[in-house]
T-cell receptor
Framework: AQSVTQLGSHVSVSEGALVLLRCNYSSSVPPYLFWYVQYPNQGLQLLLK??????LVKGINGFEAEFKKSETSFHLTKPSAHMSDAAEYFC???????????????FGRGTQLTVWP | EAQVTQNPRYLITVTGKKLTVTCSQN?????MSWYRQDPGLGLRQIYYSMNVEVTDKGDVPEGYKVSRKEKRNFPLILESPSPNQTSLYFC???????????FGDGTRLSIL
């Protein structure tokens, strides 16, 4: 089974500051990687995903993430935070990806992002 | 519009009274899954289904049942609910288990 670690259950930044949310996974085989965002009283929405190809992935709302195999990391960044970015963010990792029909997703515990004016 | 629909959105009930949370998707997805979300624990998978008539346990299946008789529906059944099942529940679907999942808006269950 995969293990997904999100460092920091709460992150606070000022509006306009860099957002960095950390995610590390345990797989020795490069999995598929995802970031989801959850706004209050809503379900999860996909922000971005990495499957193959370029290791720097761009998502919606100006977010991007970089897959670093050597560090088993997939950190989420945004150059300039906006008040509307305040939400909970979840990193998710698949196991047995790469075309396997048996794969499933494992989620981290989430990071609550607060943006101060 | 592509969507996953859960009902009810909110439910307060009492210990031992059987309940069912329905989930339906209109994207012709093979894979469906149920999660519960608790503060500080993230999302934990309860059950999943790779296709019709095929279901399997996730990480926290105790106290829950599911069925997948048709592709679009995947109800979650609590035969004898207990207070420790008070939680926020999400249904999700995807083309395949390792692909991005589409989530419903959630069902908040309170069991007294």
């Amino acid at each position: 089974a995969q293990s997904v670690t999100q460092l920091g259950s709460h992150v606070s930044v000022s509006e306009g500051a860099l957002v960095l949310l950390r995610c590390n996974y345990s797989s020795s085989v490069p999995p598929y990687l995802f970031w989801y965002v959850q706004y209050p009283n809503q379900g999860l929405q996909l922000l971005l995903k990495y499957t193959t190809g370029a290791t720097l992935v761009k998502g919606i709302n100006g977010f991007e993430a970089e897959f670093k195999k050597s560090e088993t990391s997939f950190h989420l960044t945004k150059p300039s935070a906006h008040m509307s970015d305040a939400a909970e963010y979840f990193c998710a990792v698949s196991d047995l990806g790469r075309g396997s029909t048996l794969g499933r997703l494992y989620f981290g515990r989430g990071t609550q992002l607060t943006v101060w004016p | 519009e592509a969507q996953v629909t859960q009902n009810p959105r909110y439910l307060i009930t009492v210990t031992g009274k059987k309940l069912t949370v329905t989930c339906s998707q209109n994207m012709n997805h093979e894979y469906m899954s149920w999660y519960r979300q608790d503060p500080g624990l993230g999302l934990r998978q309860i059950y999943y289904s790779m296709n019709v008539e095929v279901t399997d346990k996730g990480d926290v299946p105790e106290g829950y049942k599911v069925s997948r008789k048709e592709k679009r529906n995947f109800p979650l059944i609590l035969e004898s609910p207990s207070p420790n099942q008070t939680s926020l529940y999400f249904c999700a679907s995807s083309v395949r288990g390792d692909q991005p999942q589409h989530f419903g808006d959630g069902t908040r269950l309170s069991i007294l």
